[in-house]
């Protein structure tokens, strides 16, 4: 049951946990928030808030899972926020991780209402990471360019000396092909302009006389007259193409010196481009833009680098201050918080037990600049030792047990869950237990899981948990025990399957 509570609070899942794992399973949990103020965090997470918070996960046979709160899909992370908001589970983990010193922090920040110290401490520290990234890499990066910057220069100032032009190899290759076969096309295009122009015979001559002729006989037809316009266009189309072949004559000549010229600057250029791996001016005008960027980025280090390590001091300033205050306010509630825990012992019989919590400082971290130590005596003459060292697992039960009886009071969890805080625990102790669980639940919402008679005598409400074999396989149930059954199983606790008479009266009395 308490594996499929922890899935509503956003444990991981596991498929082997299934009963059948042939098909989807579906776990669904309603808590009514009507009285504990959670809207707030729903807003911020743009989820539905009903008075009624229906949390629901489905696992399929795969292991994956989908949750939902209100019917809205959700994520584990999400679930797990609202969770700590709605439930906490003492079981053997939280035994356990009473020997950690975070746990043993977080349990000192509740007892002393530090969340929102803690809240703007955490806000701090984030700021502070963020700024000490930041100044870190602008560190870095200008160590990095300062050892390129020598040779990043060279190669900036022998761009910036070729003055290159967008568009200008093509030019210059196109130019250096007409220079070089000068000579070829001076002679071709005398050539054609004799044969279009210049002599007796040029093709313009002949269709200047044949215009002449047309023009005299085209009055005797329309075709005629149509022929002698086709002839004119080819007359004037010839002449225009004359007029260029003479302007490129008169631009083509053989000129070695700007030969070299033009071989000289397309050499610079290829080289330029072996060099940086490029096969365009264009490439290398971005390449020479980037050096420049880099060039003034070089200039404008300092002045960041000033900025940043102001941020980070101010940051640090910030975050040390919220720390400071974080401490102060966890030295002050150490001292009642271990008088406290000492008190509620001593009411538990454990007459001779002493606690001290001892804070140390430390480089801030996640939760401050705090170490915390809980040393813990059960018994008389014996120092005080850190929690992990000493303690059984009854006096242990009996710490965790004050510990949470003192928390609850802080907190404004609906359901509180026991899964068996009765380890090594019976009789008068019990008891003195079971009253005080009974003071929580006037609050919070408290269940209880137990084999101890006095423990489930005191409930208002019991569950029965048990095998049913009637099928090919084992299946665990619960069902609510309704008048006389509660004695009678309880009598059971006492005395067995057949419980006597005297079982019975016991089992009454306690429930009395």
Same mark, same amino acid.
């Given at each position: 049951?308490?594996?499929?509570?922890? #899935?509503?609070?956003?444990?991981?899942?596991?498929?082997?946990?299934?009963?059948?794992?042939?098909?989807?399973?579906? $776990?669904?949990?309603?808590?009514?928030?009507?009285?504990?103020?959670?809207?707030?965090?729903?807003?911020?997470?743009?989820?539905?808030?009903?008075?009624?918070?229906?949390?629901?996960?489905?696992?399929?046979?795969?292991?994956?899972?989908?949750?939902?709160?209100?019917?809205?899909?959700?994520?584990?992370?999400?679930?797990?926020?609202?969770?700590?908001?709605?439930?906490?589970?003492?079981?053997?983990?939280?035994?356990?991780?009473? *020997?950690?010193?975070?746990?043993?922090?977080?349990?000192?920040?509740?007892?002393?209402?530090?969340?929102?110290?803690?809240?703007?401490?955490?806000?701090?520290?984030?700021?502070?990471?963020?700024?000490?990234?930041?100044?870190?890499?602008?560190?870095?990066?200008?160590?990095?360019?300062?050892?390129? &910057?020598?040779?990043?220069?060279?190669?900036?100032?022998?761009?910036?000396?070729?003055?290159?032009?967008?568009?200008?190899?093509?030019?210059?290759?196109?130019?250096?092909?007409? #220079? %070089?076969?000068?000579?070829?096309?001076?002679? &071709?295009?005398?050539?054609?302009?004799?044969? #279009?122009?210049?002599?007796?015979? &040029?093709?313009?001559?002949?269709?200047?006389?044949?215009?002449?002729?047309?023009?005299?006989?085209?009055?005797?037809?329309?075709?005629?007259?149509?022929?002698?316009?086709?002839?004119? =266009?080819?007359?004037?189309?010839?002449?225009?193409?004359?007029?260029?072949?003479?302007?490129?004559?008169?631009?083509?000549?053989?000129?070695?010196?700007?030969?070299?010229?033009?071989?000289?600057?397309?050499?610079?250029?290829? =080289?330029?481009?072996?060099?940086?791996?490029?096969?365009?001016?264009?490439?290398?005008?971005?390449?020479?833009?980037?050096?420049?960027?880099?060039?003034?980025?070089?200039?404008?280090?300092?002045?960041?680098?000033?900025?940043?390590?102001?941020?980070?001091?101010?940051?640090?300033?910030?975050?040390?201050?919220?720390?400071?205050?974080?401490?102060?306010?966890?030295?002050?509630?150490?001292?009642?918080?271990?008088?406290?825990?000492?008190?509620?012992?001593?009411?538990?019989?454990? %007459?001779?037990?002493?606690?001290?919590?001892?804070?140390?400082?430390?480089?801030? *971290?996640?939760?401050?600049?705090?170490?915390?130590?809980?040393?813990?005596?059960?018994?008389?003459?014996?120092?005080?030792?850190?929690?992990?060292?000493?303690?059984?697992?009854?006096?242990?039960?009996? #710490?965790?047990?004050?510990?949470?009886?003192?928390?609850?009071?802080?907190?404004?969890?609906?359901? $509180?869950?026991?899964?068996?805080?009765?380890?090594?625990? =019976?009789?008068?102790?019990?008891?003195?237990?079971?009253?005080?669980?009974?003071?929580?639940?006037?609050?919070?919402?408290?269940?209880?899981?137990?084999?101890?008679?006095?423990?489930?005598?005191?409930?208002?409400?019991?569950?029965?948990?048990?095998?049913?074999?009637?099928?090919?396989?084992?299946?665990?149930? $619960?069902?609510?025990?309704?008048?006389?059954?509660?004695?009678?199983?309880?009598?059971?606790?006492?005395?067995?399957?057949?419980?006597?008479?005297?079982?019975?009266?016991?089992?009454?009395?306690?429930?009395?």
């Amino acid at each position: 049951m308490l594996g499929a509570v922890g #899935l509503l609070l956003g444990y991981r899942a596991d498929s082997k946990a299934l009963l059948n794992p042939e098909k989807k399973c579906i $776990v669904e949990g309603v808590f009514d928030i009507s009285q504990y103020n959670l809207q707030w965090i729903f807003d911020r997470m743009d989820y539905d808030y009903e008075k009624e918070c229906i949390i629901r996960r489905e696992i399929i046979p795969s292991g994956k899972s989908r949750a939902f709160i209100n019917d809205t899909p959700t994520t584990l992370d999400v679930l797990k926020e609202i969770g700590l908001k709605l439930m906490d589970i003492h079981s053997q983990n939280d035994t356990l991780l009473l *020997g950690s010193n975070p746990y043993q922090l977080e349990l000192l920040d509740i007892y002393a209402a530090n969340q929102k110290l803690l809240k703007k401490y955490q806000e701090s520290f984030s700021k502070f990471q963020k700024a000490e990234l930041a100044y870190n890499t602008l560190i870095r990066e200008s160590n990095e360019i300062n050892k390129e &910057s020598d040779y990043n220069n060279f190669l900036l100032d022998e761009l910036v000396k070729a003055d290159l032009q967008s568009g200008e190899q093509q030019e210059l290759e196109e130019n250096l092909t007409l #220079l %070089e076969h000068a000579e070829e096309i001076k002679a &071709s295009l005398f050539e054609l302009m004799e044969r #279009l122009n210049n002599s007796e015979q &040029s093709t313009q001559s002949g269709l200047q006389h044949s215009v002449k002729i047309l023009s005299n006989i085209s009055r005797y037809n329309q075709q005629l007259e149509e022929l002698k316009e086709r002839v004119e =266009s080819c007359r004037i189309e010839i002449k225009d193409i004359t007029d260029s072949l003479e302007e490129i004559d008169r631009t083509v000549e053989f000129d070695p010196i700007k030969i070299q010229d033009n071989q000289g600057r397309l050499s610079l250029i290829y =080289s330029l481009q072996q060099k940086h791996l490029v096969n365009s001016i264009e490439a290398l005008l971005l390449i020479k833009s980037n050096l420049e960027t880099k060039s003034e980025r070089i200039l404008n280090f300092d002045r960041e680098i000033e900025t940043a390590q102001k941020e980070l001091n101010e940051a640090c300033e910030e975050m040390m201050l919220a720390a400071s205050k974080l401490t102060e306010s966890r030295k002050m509630a150490a001292g009642p918080f271990a008088e406290s825990i000492m008190k509620e012992l001593r009411f538990l019989g454990m %007459e001779d037990s002493r606690m001290e919590i001892n804070l140390i400082e430390m480089n801030p *971290g996640a939760n401050g600049s705090d170490q915390i130590e809980l040393l813990f005596s059960a018994n008389k003459g014996i120092a005080p030792q850190p929690l992990k060292n000493v303690a059984s697992g009854g006096e242990f039960s009996r #710490l965790m047990f004050c510990i949470k009886y003192l928390i609850a009071g802080k907190t404004a969890l609906p359901t $509180v869950v026991f899964d068996e805080i009765d380890t090594g625990i =019976s009789g008068e102790v019990a008891l003195k237990m079971v009253n005080m669980m009974e003071k929580m639940s006037k609050n919070h919402q408290v269940i209880t899981i137990s084999h101890l008679p006095q423990f489930a005598a005191k409930g208002e409400t019991h569950f029965y948990v048990y095998k049913d074999n009637s099928a090919e396989k084992t299946t665990s149930r $619960v069902r609510q025990l309704a008048g006389d059954e509660r004695v009678v199983e309880i009598a059971k606790m006492i005395g067995g399957n057949n419980p006597s008479e005297v079982a019975y009266q016991n089992a009454q009395e306690l429930m009395n």
